[in-house]
């Protein structure tokens, strides 16, 4: 930013910089109006959105070079305290065509209650940005949204402590599926997602990748009801879950092609539940943190029955009878870490 500042100095005529002799051996002083605009977009690049547009009022070539659609790829706007009026602006005079990633944080932890991420702005967003791919939304209050008004070029939603209706997730009669493009699907420390949102979206989406982080209303039932839609299913996290074995003689009998698996704080899990994943022969990592009731010897050994797996995470587990020393020389081409 300082770099900027001092481009911006330059162009009001003040000296900013360090002299040397030009042609006839007149003193000149080099600003960033002297680089090409390749050079100046990777400059611009570094910076956040609010400093972005504060660099249009430079002059009408940065307005310019503010306004190419390399810099408006991913957008974030979660450090700002946002409104409606803020959010049309940037929507309808800022954000470009190739616009891909956008992050918004919400009011839901503030005193306002009326949200601005409204069914205008989300529908302006499915109609002129297709390349739009990766949203992600933080504290937002959703129950006055239909799931139907996402933007359909979806391939990756994420939910950080947001709030959605009991009807969520569930199509329109009029439409076979909401989000067709939608592959992967993460919700974070969302209280009202539950069993049955699971199913809904599961029922309608083909993801690859779904991570549910303090999701305690998805139990075993949920589990049982979403993974014959998984079977493509590559990445899962499941962390303070509802669930217990049931759950993980499902995931060895349905997800075939799963290549990493995290599971953090389950002291409901067990060896007998442990054993059934011996049959996910896809396994690439595997993470079992804080599940406290596995023993060394069950890991050891449906860990030897995975020929991908390269990455095993033992983290907060204490082992006996130098449990962990005896797991990593069974398995010398695996990675295995254990901070308690």
């Known amino acids: 930013m300082e770099m900027m500042k001092m481009s911006a100095t330059a162009y009001g005529g003040e000296s900013s910089g360090i002299p040397f002799l030009g042609s006839g051996g007149i003193s000149v002083t080099p600003t960033l109006s002297w680089l090409p605009d390749s050079v100046l977009l990777e400059v611009l690049s570094f910076l956040s959105v609010r400093d972005l547009i504060r660099s249009a009022r430079v002059c009408k070539r940065w307005k310019r070079l503010v306004l190419d659609k390399s810099l408006w790829r991913h957008v974030d706007l ?56 990766n949203l992600h939304l933080e504290e937002t209050h959703l129950r006055s949204l239909s799931y139907d008004c996402l933007p359909s070029t979806l391939k990756t939603l994420e939910l950080t402590q947001c709030e959605i209706p009991m009807t969520w997730f569930k199509s329109s009669p009029n439409k076979s599926k909401t989000l067709p493009k939608l592959e992967t699907l993460i919700l974070n420390n969302v209280s009202s997602f539950s069993s049955h949102h699971l199913e809904a979206i599961c029922s309608q989406s083909v993801l690859k990748t779904l991570y549910l982080v303090g999701t305690y209303r998805v139990t075993d039932i949920g589990i049982q009801k979403a993974v014959p839609y998984l079977k493509g299913l590559e990445h899962l996290k499941l962390k303070t879950c509802n669930i217990t074995d049931i759950t993980l003689h499902l995931i060895g009998c349905h997800l075939k092609h ?51 797996l390269n990455y095993l995470d033992l983290s907060g587990i204490s082992f006996e009878d130098q449990g962990i020393d005896k797991i990593r020389k069974r398995l010398p081409h695996c990675t295995v870490t254990n901070s308690l």
């Open 78 to 133: 979660t450090p700002y305290k946002l409104d409606s009026k803020i959010l049309w602006n940037l929507v309808r005079h800022w954000l470009g065509t190739s616009l891909k990633t956008l992050k918004i944080k919400g009011l839901l932890l503030s005193m306002k209650k009326q949200e601005f991420l409204t069914p205008a702005i989300l529908q302006v967003l499915d109609k002129r940005y297709p390349s739009l791919e």
């Open 258 to 308: 799963l290549r990493t698996l995290t599971l953090t704080h389950f002291c409901s899990l067990t060896d007998a539940g442990l054993i059934c994943l011996s049959s996910v022969r896809s396994l690439e990592k595997m993470c079992l943190e804080y599940c406290l009731r596995l023993t060394w010897n069950c890991i050891l050994a449906v860990c030897v029955n995975l020929p991908a």
